[in-house]
Structure formats: C-alpha cells, structure tokens
C-alpha cells in the first residue's frame, strides 16, 4: 500500500451483521487483498487482488464465524473466520473505506486491504 492507513475505527458488535451486508454491497467487484498475522505463524498472504464477492457473517449461536468470498461470478476462493472478535475498519485521506481487521478468538488478525477505486 503506497499511503499509510490507520486501522482505528471500531466497530460494534452488534453492528456487524449490518456492516458487513452494507460493505458486500457497496464494495462487490472492488478489488481485494487479504492476509493473515499470527504471533506464532507469522503473514501469510492468502489472496491477492481478488474481486470481493461478499463478507457473510453469522453471529454466535447461528455460526460464530466470518466468510469473505472472492470472484467475479461464482465463488472462487473463500476465507473462513472463526468465532471474531473485534472488527476494525481503516479509510483513506478522503473517508473511502481502504482496509478491514478482523481479530478473532485464537488470536490471528485478517487483513483485508482494498484496491482504490
């Protein structure tokens, strides 16, 4: 990423069904890039420069987890998040939503870092 963008804005839990039906929408076709960070794995990059299909997200009791889809038309690649914790969204200079962090309850953080438009 050429500009520096502080991940900072949190957002609640009771909020995140909403949020990620609002991001799938508004961000469907953008292109994404997602990692992963562990204390003990280390970064992995899983995906790199994906179109974003979807971000479903099914609360504790119905699923506990997050699933990022990739792909233009089907489903070509998706990452499972269990049972999250925190979510974290990052923007850019002039308020365009650039990255997602998402902590979950075994410790890693997804990195989801979006294209600029």
């Known amino acids: ?17 909403e949020f990620f039906d609002q991001f799938s929408d508004g961000n469907r076709g953008r292109l994404i890039s997602i990692e992963t960070i562990n204390s003990e794995l280390g970064h992995a990059e899983l995906i790199k420069d994906a179109p974003l299909m979807a971000m479903v997200y099914d609360r504790p009791g119905k699923g506990d987890d997050l699933v990022i889809e990739v792909g233009k038309d089907v489903v070509t690649y998706a990452h499972t998040i269990d049972s999250p914790t925190e979510v ?27 294209q600029a438009s």
């Open 1 to 17: 990423m050429t500009n520096k963008i502080d991940i900072n804005k949190s957002v609640p839990q009771e909020r995140w069904g």
């Open 88 to 114: 974290l969204t990052g923007q850019d200079s002039n308020g365009v939503m650039m990255a997602v962090r998402i902590s979950d309850a075994a410790g890693t953080q997804t990195l989801i870092q979006l």
